[in-house]
């Protein structure tokens, strides 16, 4: 058989193929000019054979596209193989996408030109490009790129989609009157600085008319379209002849921005054109709208979200940053609390305090200079950071603020005169940490508040440290359950007969912003002198049947929760009201609730029994707590409706080494089980006194040999070890 592949016949066989392909097939010399072309060229093209012998293939590729295939020929003219995309205006005009693969052609050793096929990019392909970009973009916004960034990304994803058709992104102001610039990177500069701020309405342009209509406005010829009278002949300069814009809204369907695409020759959108817009409108509004929220949260994370102010944390890193900026300069921090401004939030609301709030800010802002820093604490404290001052400037700025109360705050046709109180701490004199600036300027404005109110005060030495402690640590306790500052802790109560444990008591702890771990020994007589302890014993008695009935559900069961009531609390007229209603909405029955009172609390037996028998109605248990130290007498004891006696921890503490604390003890237990009580003994911390304790046959204990206090999460793995 004749072998057909031999150098003549092969020759037939390439120029076959190449005739024959239903691709574009191309030859050119290396000058550019085509050489040779086969049908598939010449139907997908539109130009004859004849025509394309003439052409150079510049002349039918978009400009902005020309250097960038230029370069792809230049690699192969050198011995390289090529593989680019590109895009090629038919006779028609349209754009045609082709995925092109070039070779160079050898005669004789040198190259002669280039030789390539050249794929009409499918819908198929089309798909997938937008596919990739579209991952691209949101990789770049799920792993935090520049807002910017991912806006250019997005125009230059459809540029290289849909080659020949330069877009932008403009973005609506908070006014949402002005459009800006956000990407356009293959627009001219000239161009951009024209359009930039582009007011909203009709006849501003196809993106201005887009945003004001909320639909998409096609100018398929800006030179003749009324709409672009404006913009016309900066566009015609630059060869932008039509504009498709499309406005982009947010999920609430209110417009954020435009996306538009340009071209360069009067031209309607295709329906490739209009996908392409329509993904990328998607794909801006998702980025400008995570972006924003992006800036909400960072903007709620340091500013107050009532007053616009920076909040505490953004104020503390300013203050921070300044003194590392400025070691060498005096630097004033101001704490301002307004005086009595609880009075009003109780009179008129606290709509009406909000209110009154952001119009003392407007004016305190309206006396504060460069080098300041005006922060809002919280609820009625303000602090203020004068960097690069003096004692003397800083006096006369806080006499400044003060003048600004002189006159009344009218709300809702109510004249208030306010008033402020103003502590002054100096940096380096009064500290050189934020954290003593702010507990110095603190004590200065309770010392100005007890100078009268309305006055300001500078830190000194010789103020009384001791009552100003106590004055705002009253300040702090006021507000400690609001910021989650009190907490519970539980110790075990064992059962001495079965070892079980069958109860907790509840006892409360201050963790505070200012003092850090405060003892209850210090806060609990300041509670009960400023009348604090009722909302507090309060929210003592609701967290404490929360959690039992919490433990309930986890099927970690206890036969009582047991609970501290103050005088204050005990004497108030709807104790038992109270109490019945935490029961009912924390469903907790009342014989699991064990209320604990102290001795010195029933001086007026009368009352106290009249109240503890209201409590008795509704089923709750009784027991009288610190037994011995107080107002004993078996009196009292027969009238009140108790349950349980509970031996104070100094009988207990020497029971094992002492006579007489061992026979008093004993003597407690012997009459309360006379009197048909239960009892338990506190603070037992050694096995000898257990031991003695169970010989008498005391019925519970509770101490650190059995269990400390520890926070609910903890409290049943103690106590799985108590009991066994």
Request: net charge negative; aromatic share 8%; charged share 25%.
């Amino acid at each position: 058989m004749k072998n057909i592949f031999g150098s003549s016949s092969l020759l037939d066989v390439y120029q076959s193929l190449f005739e024959q392909d239903d691709e574009i097939s191309f030859a050119m010399d290396t000058k550019g000019k085509i050489q040779l072309m086969n049908k598939a060229a010449a139907q997908i093209l539109g130009y004859t054979s004849a025509e394309f012998f003439h052409m150079d293939y510049k002349e039918v590729i978009p400009k902005e596209h020309i250097a960038a295939v230029q370069a792809h020929f230049r690699h192969v003219f050198k011995g390289n193989k090529s593989s680019f995309r590109m895009t090629f205006r038919n006779k028609e005009g349209d754009i045609i996408h082709l995925s092109v693969n070039a070779v160079p052609i050898y005669s004789e050793g040198r190259i002669h030109g280039a030789i390539g096929i050249g794929r009409v990019r499918t819908e198929e392909r089309y798909t997938s490009e937008l596919l990739n970009g579209q991952n691209a973009i949101l990789q770049m916004i799920a792993k935090g790129a520049p807002f910017r960034d991912v806006l250019r990304q997005i125009v230059e994803t459809m540029e290289h989609i849909s080659p020949g058709h330069p877009c932008s992104i403009l973005l609506l102001d908070d006014e949402k009157k002005h459009l800006f610039h956000g990407a356009a990177p293959h627009l001219p500069d000239e161009y951009i600085s024209f359009i930039n701020g582009l007011a909203i309405g009709e006849n501003q342009g196809s993106c201005g008319t887009a945003a004001f209509l909320k639909k998409p406005v096609i100018v398929t010829d800006i030179e003749n379209d009324p709409r672009c009278v404006q913009h016309k002949d900066i566009a015609l300069k630059y060869d932008l002849k039509a504009c498709w814009s499309t406005p982009v809204f947010d999920d609430d369907q209110q417009v954020i921005g435009t996306f538009a695409m340009y071209y360069d020759r009067i031209a309607a959108p295709t329906k490739a054109d209009k996908q392409i817009i329509q993904e990328a409108t998607d794909l801006t509004s998702i980025a400008i709208q995570h972006y924003k929220a992006k800036e909400q949260i960072q903007k709620l994370a340091y500013h107050d979200h009532l007053t616009g102010l920076p909040n505490r944390r953004h104020f503390r890193q300013t203050l921070e940053n300044a003194i590392a900026l400025y070691p060498d300069h005096t630097h004033a921090l101001f704490f301002l609390d307004l005086d009595r401004f609880k009075f009003v939030n109780d009179s008129f609301g606290h709509k009406t305090g909000d209110e009154l709030l952001t119009m003392i800010v407007d004016r305190i802002q309206s006396c504060l200079g460069e080098h300041t820093l005006f922060s809002r604490e919280g609820g009625d404290e303000f602090t203020i950071w004068v960097g690069q001052t003096s004692s003397k400037a800083a006096a006369e700025i806080a006499e400044s603020i003060l003048a600004t109360f002189r006159e009344p705050f009218s709300l809702h046709e109510n004249d208030l005169f306010m008033t402020a109180s103003i502590g002054i701490s100096l940096y380096p004199q009064d500290g050189l940490q934020e954290q003593e600036l702010f507990r110095k300027a603190d004590i200065a404005m309770y010392e100005a508040k007890k100078h009268g109110r309305n006055t300001f005060q500078f830190y000194t030495n010789l103020l009384d440290r001791q009552s100003l402690k106590k004055l705002k640590m009253e300040s702090e306790l006021r507000s400690a359950i609001a910021r989650n500052e009190l907490t519970l802790v539980y110790q075990p109560i064992q059962h001495l007969c079965t070892g079980q444990v069958q109860g907790a008591e509840a006892l409360i702890r201050w963790n505070s912003r200012l003092f850090g771990f405060v003892s209850p020994i210090e806060f609990i007589p300041l509670a009960e002198e400023t009348d604090l302890i009722i909302p507090i014993g309060e929210w003592v008695i609701q967290t404490a049947c929360q959690q039992f009935k919490t433990w309930q559900e986890q099927g970690l069961i206890l036969t009582f929760m047991s609970v501290n009531l103050s005088i204050s609390q005990l004497y108030q007229p709807n104790l038992a009201g109270t109490i019945e209603t935490i029961l009912k909405e924390t469903g907790v029955e009342p014989s699991q609730l064990t209320c604990e009172i102290t001795e010195s609390m029933t001086m007026d037996t009368d009352n106290a029994a009249a109240v503890l028998r209201r409590l008795k109605d509704i089923g709750v248990f009784i027991s009288i707590d610190d037994f011995g130290t107080g107002y004993s007498s078996l009196s009292y004891l027969q009238k009140l409706p108790l349950d349980t006696l509970k031996i104070d921890q100094s009988f207990v503490r020497d029971i094992a080494v002492n006579e007489s604390s061992e026979k008093i003890a004993t003597t407690i237990i012997l009459m309360a089980h006379h009197l048909g009580l239960h009892v338990v003994a506190e603070g037992v911390e050694t096995e000898e006194q257990l031991a003695i304790l169970k010989e008498y046959q005391c019925d519970a204990a509770q101490g650190y040999l059995l269990g400390r206090p520890v926070p609910p999460d903890e409290f049943f793995d103690q106590t799985t070890h108590i009991s066994s």
